[in-house]
């Protein structure tokens, strides 16, 4: 063992700054490693998360080819789903049922108490029938209402949780109030103001209406508050009685899962669009697969730069020690110390620093993950953290890592073993 450190000692002078930074560059390419294979997954998981839905595979979700956002309306083209177009769809033989959605084309907006704070923001009522509301929630609550309830009992609302999103993003940093979570919202009260908004306002009087939030929902086909479908036709009707009724979208459930296919061509033949289950799947695959491919060509990149500098380095400090190792080959040293030698020196350090490397990228991921959610209340609301810790993947990967820098060492060093020892004593 003596001898072993007196050859190390000699295998290290005055190399000790090349060999600390071949190991430190070693420890860089093995965070990195880490820290994009734990971010990379992360994103993936939140934009899975973002985009997920709840639609049934029997279910189509027909649209007109217009952008409609109730009062909000930007955008209107092509053909409107009229009655007619609603019978049409009925009628066909392969539909089961048909639940409508209609926008209230009047401004309204909603009030209340959050934390303490008062609250106000411009809102469109999206009218649904009961087959969007959650079954937990129709056992204690009547999905019926018109404004003659109004004074009997509150307005139900179930929370699009694509518009909590927007809400954490935007609304309540900009106004200093509390995050949402999902659960969080049911049971808040609050008075919705229809008639008039911030924008605007119509001849008729204003009605005011108490509303509590008794639910929340993931359906990609909600994007506003959810009441009930009745409501607002009513008020439609009541403010704009010279409009035409149309719906804003229809949910058409096949008798069969097979039959979709088939509806979403009628559909399109009637001049409107569809979108099913499948659509939507792949929308959110190839979205997934662009931002993790993007992520996975720079963490490539950068891995690869980092992962060719720890090989040079390796190989640079073997290079630099060749005249060691002619000495060491001089006094008689045998091949199999030598290889000794290079198992601690290469080896067991360098495996030493890609573990120490993996764990530093788990903890700066982990810390990434912290900051991101404190910067961003939506992710917080969606996540727990936005770094993942797949040991598997991981460790292959850091296998991966210790395997190729020093296999590069050892082809090299076997190379300088195979060279006479006047020409080492030489360099």
């Known amino acids: 063992m003596k001898n072993m450190r ?14 600390i930074f071949s190991q430190g560059m070693l420890l860089a390419a093995s965070l990195l490693l880490v820290f994009f294979i734990s971010i990379g997954l992360g994103t993936g998981k939140i934009l899975q998360r973002f985009l997920a839905t709840d639609l049934p595979e029997e279910q189509v979700r027909v649209t007109p080819l217009g952008v409609q956002a109730g009062f909000f309306q930007t955008e209107q083209g092509g053909q409107e789903i009229t009655e007619h177009i609603l019978d049409s769809l009925s009628s066909h033989t392969l539909v089961n049922r048909i639940d409508p959605q209609v ?5 309204a907006y909603l009030r209340g108490l959050l ?15 009961d087959a969007f509301v959650p079954d937990s929630v129709l056992s204690h609550v009547d999905w019926n209402y018109t404004l003659q309830d109004s004074s009997a009992k509150p307005l139900p609302i179930i929370l699009s949780e694509n518009l909590l999103i927007l809400y954490n993003a935007g609304f309540a940093q900009s106004n200093g109030l509390m995050g949402l979570t999902p659960e969080g919202v049911i049971g808040l009260e609050c008075r919705i103001n229809i008639g008039s908004s911030s924008l605007t306002s119509l001849q008729a009087p204003p009605v005011t209406v108490n509303a509590e939030i008794v639910g929340t929902s993931r359906n990609m086909a909600l994007f506003a508050l959810a009441v009930p479908i009745e409501l607002v036709e009513e008020i439609n009707a009541t403010w704009l009685p010279d409009e035409e009724h149309t719906y804003s979208a229809l949910m058409v459930t096949a008798e069969k899962a097979e039959d979709v296919p088939e509806i979403v061509r009628y559909a399109e033949s009637l001049g409107l669009q569809a979108e099913t289950r499948r659509g939507i799947a792949q929308k ?15 963490a490539a990149a950068i891995l690869g730069s980092a992962m060719a500098s720890a090989i040079h380095t390796l190989v640079a400090d073997l290079r630099n020690r060749s005249y060691a190792l002619g000495v060491l080959v001089a006094l008689g040293t045998s091949r199999k110390r030598l290889v000794s030698i290079f198992a601690f020196q290469i080896f067991l350090m360098s495996l030493v620093t890609t573990v120490t490397g993996g764990l530093a990228g788990c903890a700066l991921a982990a810390a990434v993950s912290r900051v991101m959610l404190s910067l961003v209340p939506a992710l917080a609301i969606a996540v727990d953290s936005l770094a993942v810790f797949p040991v598997g993947w991981m460790s292959a990967g850091l296998g991966l890592v210790l395997l190729t820098s020093t296999a590069s060492a050892w082809f090299f060093f076997r190379k300088i073993l195979s060279t006479p020892v006047t020409e080492l004593l030489r360099r």
């Open 6 to 19: 007196k050859a190390v000692s000699l295998w290290n002078r005055g190399h000790w700054k090349d060999y």
């Open 103 to 107: 926008y209230a084309h009047v401004p």
């Open 115 to 129: 934390g303490g704070r008062n609250y106000y923001t411009d809102i469109t009522l999206e009218g649904v029938t």
């Open 284 to 298: 959110a695959e190839l979205l997934v697969g662009v931002v993790t491919a993007a992520l996975g060509a720079l």
